[in-house]
């Protein structure tokens, strides 16, 4: 039976407990007011929340302060993870910048620190930028992973981060990557977008964290939404659950790795997600759901779309 003492059950993360259903905190930079963003934090915490994912490129920090300042001192059992590997660019054509040279992630695990104000960072993921399009390295930006493993080594044993995962990267590279001890991966994948599904399938059979973003799809025009989705739709009117709910319970259903950072604004939403950890989808509702990866012609959009949106967005 799994353990329903936190949302969703537990999972684990860079050697820690957690349950499955933690918090993306990157929409926490367009959030009504600082008492907003403080306040869904503190209610994220005392529904059972033990895992927040973060960046210091989000808002340039400002998500990071806003994290120090609802939640410290923090509990023992709070994981925070960061990921390195862009820059917030505040004047740019796009908010983001690559990031990817040693000392740029040095810097930015620097920067986790002194705004979250911990010791330790206890997963820090790194950014790549091999799935595009999206955010692409460029020139001097196009760094070997090798280096980029060895510094991310080096940040670990100096106590600076605990555990190393790795963003937006290809089952070639995580398989590569292995002998660094990858704890995570993060990447876009949904009900609708399985173009990960050998990576998936990778963390699987290593025991690595599968931590999903996108979790429910794309609100941008044009590209697929789990929540819009017909089958979707049909399984949440007859067991009386929210669309979001569905695509959410089913990420959880379909591989026992997988921990969830859907990230929210709203509080209300924030409590629906949570929800979505105590549903069980019968036998009927996996057959439709699992079935929409092999209707004709979804396959190739649903990747596309995934693909698409490799940006701050995550």
């Known amino acids: 039976m799994p353990d329903t003492t936190r949302p969703g059950g537990f999972g684990s993360i860079g050697g820690r407990p957690v349950a499955r259903i933690g918090y993306g905190a990157m929409q926490l930079q367009d959030a009504g007011s600082p008492a907003d963003a403080v306040a869904l934090l503190r209610r994220a915490v005392e529904l059972g929340i033990n895992h927040i994912d973060t960046a210091s490129f989000y808002g340039g920090g400002a998500v990071n302060t806003l994290i ?3 939640l410290r001192p923090y509990r023992d059992e709070l994981v925070i993870v960061s990921k390195v590997g862009a820059v917030h660019v505040p004047d740019g054509p796009a908010p983001l910048a690559a990031a990817q040279k040693p000392a740029e992630l040095r810097a930015a695990v620097e920067a986790d620190l002194n705004q979250l104000g911990l010791e330790q960072i206890p997963v820090v993921n790194l950014r790549r930028l091999d799935l595009g399009p999206g955010l692409q390295a460029e020139g001097d930006q196009i760094v070997d992973v090798d280096d980029q493993l060895a510094e991310m080594i080096a940040l670990r044993d100096e106590g600076k981060i605990g555990a190393i995962g790795l963003s937006a990267a290809p089952v070639e590279l995580v398989r590569h990557a292995l002998p660094a001890g990858i704890t995570c991966v993060q990447n876009a994948y949904s009900l ?15 025991g ?12 941008f025009p044009g590209f697929p939404s789990v929540t819009d989705d017909p089958a979707v739709c049909a399984v949440s009117a007859r067991i009386n659950a929210t669309p979001a709910q569905v695509g959410l319970a089913w990420l959880l259903s379909h591989a026992p790795n997988t921990l969830l950072i859907a990230g ?20 009927e509702a996996l057959a439709a759901l699992d079935g929409i990866g092999s209707r004709p012609g979804d396959s190739a959009a649903h990747q596309h779309g995934a693909a698409l949106f490799l940006t701050e967005n995550d």
């Open 264 to 283: 929210t604004r709203s509080v209300a939403h924030l409590e629906d997600n949570v929800a979505a950890g105590s549903i069980r989808l019968d036998a």
């Open 208 to 219: 690595i964290a599968w931590v999903p973003f996108f979790p429910l799809g794309s609100a």
């Open 68 to 70: 120090r300042r609802a």
């Open 192 to 206: 609708l977008a399985r173009a990960q599904e050998d990576t998936l399938r990778l963390c699987a059979e290593e």
